[in-house]
T-cell receptor, first 109, second 112 residues
Framework: GQNIDQPTEMTATEGAIVQINCTYQ??????LFWYQQHAGEAPTFLSY??LDGLEEKGRFSSFLSRSKGYSYLLLKELQMKDSASYLC??????????WGAGTKLIIKP | GAGVSQSPRYKVAKRGQDVALRCDPI?????LFWYQQALGQGPEFLTY????????KSGLPSDRFFAERPEGSVSTLKIQRTQQEDSAVYLC??????????FGSGTQLSVL
């Protein structure tokens, strides 16, 4: 079957660094997306990894290990506006996104 | 338009009523997806179009759900005889190729 595993909720302090882990099992694999979703809003694209390694984009970085079925999203210099849900979504062999429930990140001052 | 547009933004329906939700994707985007998102959950796949062809409808929860995209642009998700369990946010997303998805703001459906 297809499965995504992320922590349900994480708490971090403004200005700190947080790493959100994701493990996945899919029928085939064509890359992995991370999306950010604020409460009551639609998801917005953060990153896409298809090869192993780290992709850095400003304060956000995303890592992928295909052999381990593992990815993480690293957020640096946390800001209050980063409080949101972060969704890990691998792309399966049919190019369909497989969504987990996401990780709710709470930033405290 | 500049982004994916969905209407209505909010819809309240009486149980048993039929509803139609509209999605206007980004111009030229070939792929169009519909998702259902319950509160606190990730989006659940409903159906996928490539141009006017509905390639995958495996996520539609029952035969009360029907989606179409007759001219390969605007899509409509229809729910017949709505039930309370249909209450959710319905998200539409489009993409140029099967990569980054651009989401609309969603339609929040409440069935009373």
């Amino acid at each position: 079957g297809q499965n995504i595993d992320q922590p349900t909720e994480m708490t971090a302090t403004e200005g700190a660094i947080v790493q959100i882990n994701c493990t996945y099992q899919t029928s085939g694999f064509n890359g992995l997306f991370w999306y950010q979703q604020h409460a009551g809003e639609a998801p917005t694209f953060l990153s896409y990894n298809v090869l192993d390694g780290l992709e850095e984009k400003g304060r956000f970085s995303s890592f992928l290990s295909r052999s381990k079925g593992y990815s993480y999203l690293l957020l640096k210099e946390l800001q209050m506006k980063d409080s949101a849900s972060y969704l890990c979504a691998p792309l399966d062999s049919n190019y369909q996104l497989i969504w987990g429930a996401g990780t709710k990140l709470i930033i405290k001052p | 338009g500049a982004g994916v547009s969905q209407s209505p933004r909010y819809k309240v329906a009486k149980r048993g009523q039929d509803v139609a939700l509209r999605c206007d994707p980004i111009s030229g985007h070939v792929s169009l997806f519909w998702y259902q998102q319950a509160l606190g959950q990730g989006p659940e796949f409903l159906t996928y179009f490539q141009n006017e062809a509905q390639l995958d409808k495996s996520g539609l929860p029952s035969d009360r759900f029907f989606a179409e995209r007759p001219e390969g642009s605007v899509s409509t998700l229809k729910i017949q005889r709505t039930q309370q369990e249909d209450s959710a946010v319905y998200l539409c997303a489009s993409s140029l190729v099967s990569r980054e998805l651009f989401f609309g703001s969603g339609t929040q459906l409440s069935v009373l």
